[in-house]
């Protein structure tokens, strides 16, 4: 079965300072992982996605991701954060035969200091 | 740009009662998706639809649950006899590939008392 871990429940940074949200994943086969930031009474936006490929991958709004197949990892970075960024970033894995299927993480909320 | 809406964007009904939650993919997409958030839970996933058939649904999804594209444009979820803990936000969710970018709509808050 496959199953993420988001280790950070919440994570306060300043504003223009960097930051690095954990992901691990569990799952028998190459996964296709992705990265959605949620606004609150909004929903979901994806970020980011790895399917294959090159392991370091590029999103929206200046994020990227990066994939340790070796660490079981899928950390997505910003190197500028900004405060229209504090939202909810779940990480979610996807079975291989449909992806449609993702299991997603608990969440961790950012909160963004002026 | 294409999205996916839907209605309501918040229903409180009663226990036992029926709902009925619409979604409208983006219209060139085949795939389709119900998942659930319980207040400060994760998402969890419920179905996925293709080709008028559910491809795939969870522990969740018992008896209680349907979905329908009645008519080609909308994608429908029915809890039959509601439940207090199937309090959650719906979110709707269409791809156009079996393996591919996920679009959710934002959401229907259903309230159960």
């Known amino acids: 079965a496959q199953s993420v871990t988001q280790p950070d429940i919440h994570i306060t940074v300043s504003e223009g300072a960097s930051l690095e949200l954990r992901c691990n994943y569990s799952y028998g086969a190459t996964p296709y992982l992705f990265w959605y930031v949620q606004s609150p009474g909004q929903g979901l936006q994806l970020l980011l996605k790895y399917f294959s490929g090159d392991t370091l991958v590029q999103g929206i709004k200046g994020f990227e991701a990066e994939f340790k197949r070796s660490q079981s990892s899928f950390n997505l970075r910003k190197p500028s954060v900004h405060w229209s960024d504090a939202a909810e970033y779940f990480c979610?894995?996807?079975?291989?035969?449909?992806?449609?299927?993702?299991?997603f993480g608990d969440g961790t909320t950012l909160t963004v200091k002026p | 740009e294409p999205e996916v809406t839907q209605t309501p964007s918040h229903q409180v009904t009663q226990m036992g009662q029926e709902v009925i939650l619409r979604c409208v993919p983006i219209?060139?997409?085949?795939?389709f998706y119900w998942y659930r958030q319980i207040l400060g839970q994760k998402v969890e996933f419920l179905v996925s639809f293709y080709n008028n058939e559910i491809s795939e649904k969870s522990e969740i999804f018992d008896d209680q649950f349907s979905v329908e594209r009645p008519d080609g444009s909308n994608f429908t979820l029915k809890i039959r006899s509601t439940k207090l803990e199937d309090s959650a936000m719906y979110f709707c969710?269409?791809?156009?590939?079996?393996?591919?970018?996920?679009?959710f709509g934002e959401g229907s808050r259903l309230t159960v008392l």
């Open positions: 969710a269409s791809s156009v590939q079996e393996i591919g970018e996920l679009f």
């Open positions: 219209s060139n997409h085949l795939y």
């Open positions: 979610a894995v996807g079975a291989k035969t449909n992806a449609g299927k993702s299991t």
